[in-house]
């Protein structure tokens, strides 16, 4: 398709499915060498014979096993230039009184601790660059890290608080000269499969349709491939000058109230 990420290695976590696969699919069209991480072996090998890209069995919230990753990037890449955090989940999610603080504890760690993981090995990798440090990482959180869903408290909570994480590190890595960049993106309602289901396992699915396409003025859903050129755009050098940056892609849902 095109070379805007020619020459780059990225690192996807979370690219098995929806977002993060298409994110795979593009970065290797564009020219770089992928190296993305998940649970699913089965969807991994597939994606890896289709594209080329390079598949590491990896939860994000092992923390040991984060040192295989780093290891298999340095040894056969000896590079690393953009990190997208993308693994999360809101499996077991409810209201604050009705979560058990086992559910919390996973999607803590999955959803907070697991993006904490992948900067600090992006950092230690990019740090080491040939020619000196430098990247991109990103960070997905959504717009329930700005607007809360009161059903998702664990979500919510850890989306915003990915906000933080993103501005905190950004600044850290800019005072220290690295030139390694941090910003979160923040999806609305997106057309991926986890939401295709949805819309056809409801009672009315054209109902659940025009309910979701509703959440934005623009009147649609999202759709996967601008969230990925999104993504392009902070993994290229076109993105230079931002980082701690907070990027809102959701079809007007978040900018204002409806009125009457």
Same mark, same amino acid.
């Given at each position: ?6 020459? *780059? ?5 979370g690219g098995t499915n929806g977002i993060g ?9 564009? %020219? ?5 991480? +998940? &649970? ?37 890449? %000896? ?6 955090? &993308? ?37 230690? !990798? ?7 440090? +430098? ?8 717009? &329930? ?13 850890? *989306? ?16 220290? *000269?690295?030139?390694?960049?941090? &910003? ?9 499969? !986890?939401?295709? +289901? ?52 959701? %079809? ?9």
């Amino acid at each position: 398709m095109g070379d805007k990420l020619a020459g *780059k290695v990225a690192l996807i976590t979370g690219g098995t499915n929806g977002i993060g696969k298409a994110t795979v699919e593009r970065f290797m069209m564009e %020219g770089a060498s992928v190296v993305f991480t +998940g &649970n699913n072996t089965e969807a991994g090998g597939a994606i890896s014979a289709a594209t080329g890209a390079n598949f590491l069995q990896h939860a994000v919230q092992d923390i040991q096993g984060w040192s295989a990753v780093k290891d298999f990037i340095k040894n056969k890449f %000896g590079r690393l230039d953009i990190a997208f955090a &993308n693994a999360g989940t809101n499996a077991g999610d409810s209201n604050v009184e009705d979560v058990t603080p086992e559910a919390w504890q996973n999607l803590l760690d999955i959803n907070l601790t697991g993006p904490m993981m992948t900067i600090k090995a992006a950092a230690e !990798l990019m740090r080491a660059n040939p020619e000196g440090p +430098g990247g991109s990482i990103v960070l997905n959180s959504s717009i &329930n890290g700005i607007l809360a869903l009161a059903g998702d408290v664990t979500y919510s909570t850890t *989306k915003g608080a990915m906000r933080l994480l993103a501005k905190s590190s950004a600044v850290h890595l800019a005072k220290e *000269k690295t030139n390694i960049r941090v &910003n979160t993106i923040h999806p609305g309602v997106i057309e991926t499969p !986890l939401i295709e +289901g949805a819309i056809n396992g409801a009672p009315d699915p054209s109902a659940a349709r025009s309910m979701l396409e509703g959440i934005a003025p623009m009147g649609r859903l999202g759709q996967m491939e601008e969230i990925v050129s999104l993504l392009l755009y902070l993994g290229s050098d076109e993105s230079r000058f931002m980082t701690g940056s907070e990027l809102v892609i959701d %079809g007007g849902s978040t900018a204002g109230l409806p009125g009457v």
